[in-house]
């Protein structure tokens, strides 16, 4: 698929609690020339998370129908859910020369690079990995063996750092953003 110009796949990855999710929403809340991918997921929606912004909820079934007809480009599971990024609306603003950027877990970064080469892989890191301890566990939003069980993935995670095409470090969420979005090549006025 011929991909504009402009356009530019843009894989934003890394262990669970280093802030993935809050860097994406300030992309998309400070930069709407930047379309956000909403993944699909089968976990149950978090205090505030709104199905369709947040993530795709849906059923188990739903997903594995999802899989088997081909219509994600990347999924994994993890943390005893399956999370997934539709193709159809990647390849739609693609096409259509938006810049689209993906924030989905290492598995699904290393489908990403099989399938679409050209995409930008960016590794988000935290400043420390006992700040990335003390953001895990001051969530409050799961049990002891699930934030054990992220840590230890963590840890792996972090190893895959050099996959990447490059690594930021989230120690300013306002300051991780900006550093991604010049990586896209947007400018600060919007423009690419």
């Known amino acids: 698929m011929p991909v504009p110009e402009r356009a530019r796949l843009t894989v934003l990855s890394g262990p669970s609690g280093v802030g993935k999710s809050t860097v994406a929403t300030y992309v998309r809340?400070?930069?709407?020339e930047i379309w956000l991918s909403v993944s699909a997921t089968t976990r149950r929606p978090r205090p505030g998370e709104t199905n369709g912004v947040n993530y795709w909820f849906v059923s188990p079934e739903e997903f594995a129908g999802m899989v088997e007809r081909g219509e994600l480009l990347e999924y994994a599971e993890f943390a005893g859910h399956f999370y997934g990024t539709p193709r159809q609306p990647v390849v739609d603003r693609l096409a259509a020369g938006t810049p689209v950027l993906l924030e989905i877990e290492l598995h699904g970064a290393r489908q990403v690079r099989a399938s679409a080469q050209a995409a930008l892989l960016v590794f988000l890191a935290p400043p420390s990995w006992d700040e990335l301890v003390r953001r895990l566990v001051g969530r409050g939003t799961?049990?002891?063996?699930?934030?054990?069980?992220r840590l230890a993935t963590a840890q792996v995670e972090l190893a895959a750092q050099t996959e990447f095409d490059a690594v930021l470090v989230n120690d300013d969420v306002e300051d991780a953003a900006a550093r991604l979005v010049a990586l896209m090549g947007i400018t600060a006025s919007g423009g690419g």
Do not use: Q
């Not at 809340?29 to 709407?32: I, L, N, V």
């Not at 799961?142 to 069980?149: L, S």
């Open 142 to 149: 799961e049990p002891a063996d699930v934030i054990a069980n």
């Open 29 to 32: 809340d400070h930069h709407p």
